[in-house]
């Protein structure tokens, strides 16, 4: 059975100071790993999809990365706009289904 | 490009009325479609996912039922509803074989049973 970890759960920061989000997991096979950025009341926004070991991807203030283990959403310079719960996922060879990590809700403050 | 459209936005039930959720999806042809539950404070919970029209698969027994009666549309639906089935529900679509099955949600319906 597939796994997402996702730590922290909360992460609180000032704007300016970088951090990163972890993602560990476990899957027979990985089709693709997904980072959702997800605001209060709203339904996920998709930010990256991973494919493969060393592959990275960047998006304004954040990058992530992948090893065969566990991904990373790094926040460069964060702004109170960043504040959102951001989201894990992975899809494995076999099926259609995200299994989906708990998130970790991001605070950046002025 | 794709959208997906979701309604209602908001809305409050009381125990044992019925429930009807629709979903529908503009600009792609044959898309997967599932239903997502987030419980307060909690994660992504996979409710039915659809390949193809009438083609229907659980993955958490409950007293909800899923609907494709088109190609395009999905439909969430409950003939009576208990007080655990509060949640935010969300619509999603992905494209078969395409992006590692990137999933796409809407914006999500916002329940409460009363």
């Known amino acids: 059975e597939d796994q997402v970890t996702q730590s922290p759960e909360a992460l609180r920061l000032q704007e300016g100071e970088s951090s990163s989000l972890n993602c560990s997991y476990t899957?027979?096979?990985?089709?693709?790993l997904f980072w959702y950025r997800q605001d209060p009341g709203k339904g996920p926004e998709f930010l990256f999809t991973?494919?493969?070991a060393g592959e990275e991807k960047e998006k304004e203030r954040l990058k992530a990365t992948l090893t065969k283990k566990e991904s990373f959403l790094h926040i460069t310079a964060p702004k109170p706009e960043d504040s959102a719960t951001y989201l894990c996922a992975v899809n494995n060879n076999a099926g259609n289904m995200l299994t989906f990590g708990g998130g970790t809700r991001l605070m950046v403050k002025p | 490009s794709q959208t997906i459209h979701q309604w209602p936005a908001t809305l409050v039930q009381p125990v044992g009325s019925p429930l009807s959720l629709e979903c529908t999806v503009e600009g792609t042809s044959n898309p997967n479609l599932y239903w997502y539950r987030q419980a307060a404070g909690r994660g992504l919970q996979l409710l039915f996912y659809s390949v193809g029209i009438g083609q229907i698969s659980s993955e958490v027994p409950q007293n909800l039922s899923a609907s494709r009666p088109q190609d395009r549309q999905f439909i969430l639906s409950s003939k009576k509803l208990l007080l655990s089935d509060s949640g935010f529900y969300l619509c999603a679509w992905s494209v078969p074989g395409f992006s590692g099955n990137t999933i796409y949600f809407g914006e999500g319906s916002w329940l409460t049973v009363v």
């Open positions: 991973l494919y493969s």
């Open positions: 899957v027979s096979g990985l089709r693709g």
